[in-house]
């Protein structure tokens, strides 16, 4: 699976799936939270990476940071290919 246009309204379980590396990034920003409350498998399939930080409350500049990340790893896995 590809994701053919990286925005932060992709779905968790999507993203994970193209990019695993993304999870540890996103722990970061209330994933471990979810995994805690052991609701991962019903909210990955259904929360957007926007969606994840408006629940956990992710301050902007830490957004930017982490999406940062994450398009980096993006990136990286499209020069792969």
């Not at 968790?12 to 990019?19: D, G, H, M, R, V």
């Not at 830490?62 to 999406?67: N, T, Y």
């Amino acid at each position: 699976m590809t994701i053919a246009k990286l925005t932060q309204d992709v779905i968790l379980k999507e993203l994970l799936e193209f990019i695993p590396e993304a999870e540890e990034i996103l722990r970061e920003c209330g994933l471990e939270r979810i995994e805690y409350m052991e609701i991962r498998d019903v909210v990955l399939s259904k929360l957007s990476v926007r969606g994840l930080f408006r629940l956990m409350e992710v301050s902007g500049e830490k957004q930017e940071e982490v999406w940062r990340k994450i398009q980096e790893l993006y990136n990286k896995k499209l020069e792969e290919l």
